[in-house]
């Protein structure tokens, strides 16, 4: 069931990042992939303005009626666990890519989960034939286009894949779903994992 919702109009007050230069001291940089942000404008850009996010999104959880300094609590922890995500790139073959990706993907997190933008629509899903087994999935233009789940009291962010038909958008622990004019393949988590076909009910 759909949870009423409040869509957050925020403007964070951010720090004045330098023009090209990424949001953090380069300086400081301890990383092979801060290495490369530094030397990268179009990387610096993106690290700027998921530092814009990332400040929106805190504003965001501390507009919350209820829950505020969990709901912090756990942003900033997964902001950490990002940072930690993104500097491993040095294990992947192209770092660059991973990096980029990286930062695209947290971006499209971010947006959906705390609705940093008005989303582009809105659709509701009945699947496996019961009207009320149903998703509802956000849709937000990031640059890599992301997606908000909502299946009962769980709230969910994916991102778009490559895909040979369709739309497709995975979010996190296996859960995806696979558009296509109004019909949709949806999947649950992991260890779950049941597959559903479904059908548009409402769309806004």
Known sequence: MLRTLRLLGVL??????????????????DSSAEDLICEDADLARLDRRLAERYAAALEAVRGLDVAATEAETELRAGQRGWIKGRNDCWKADDLRGCVERSYLRREGELVARWILEEPTGIAFWACGGNPANEVVTFFFDTELPSVRFERGDQIDTGSLVPAASGSSYEGNFGRSIWIKGDEATYREPDPDGTSYACVLAQQR
């Open 12 to 29: 964070a007050a951010t720090p004045a990042f330098a023009q090209d230069g990424p949001s953090f001291d380069c300086s400081k940089a």
